[in-house]
C-alpha cells in the first residue's frame, strides 16, 4: 500500500522554473531518505538531490545552485524547486523513498511512477 505520487512536471522555455512534488502514503515517511532521481532517453537514472531528513540536503554537481530539495514531513510530501531550466535537465523525474534504517523500517525501496520534465528553446 506504500505509493509515491509525482507532480507538477510539463513543459518549459529554458531559465524557466518548476516546482515538482512527490506526495508519499502508507510508510513512516520521516523515517525514510527522499530523494529525486532522473533518466533522460538512452541515460542511466542518475541522482538529482537528496533530502535524507529535514535540513539535510545534497545535490548532483549539475543542479547544484539551480535546484532546491525540500521535505515536509507533516504533510508526507518532498519536493523538487527546479529553477533556471535547461534543456539537459530533460528527463523523467522519479521520487525514491529509502530507509534510513532498514533494521528497524524494512528493506522496501519505493519509486512513483515519474513526472516529465521537458525543456525546449
Known amino acids: 500500500q506504500a505509493q509515491l505520487v509525482e507532480s507538477g512536471g510539463g513543459l518549459v522555455q529554458p531559465g524557466g522554473s518548476l516546482r515538482l512534488s512527490c506526495a508519499a502514503s502508507g510508510f513512516t515517511f520521516s523515517l525514510y531518505a527522499m530523494s529525486w532521481h532522473r533518466q533522460a532517453p538512452g541515460k542511466e537514472r542518475e541522482l538529482v538531490a537528496i533530502?535524507?531528513?529535514?535540513?539535510?540536503?545534497r545535490y548532483a554537481d549539475s543542479v547544484k545552485g539551480r535546484f532546491t530539495i525540500s521535505r515536509d514531513n507533516a504533510r508526507n510530501t518532498m519536493y523538487l524547486q527546479m529553477n533556471s531550466l535547461k534543456p539537459e535537465d530533460t528527463a523523467v523525474y522519479y521520487c525514491n523513498a529509502k530507509p534510513r534504517n532498514p533494521e528497524v523500517s524494512g528493506y522496501h525501496d519505493y519509486w512513483g511512477q515519474g513526472t516529465q520534465v521537458t525543456v525546449s528553446s
Open positions: 533530502v535524507p531528513m529535514a535540513g539535510i540536503t
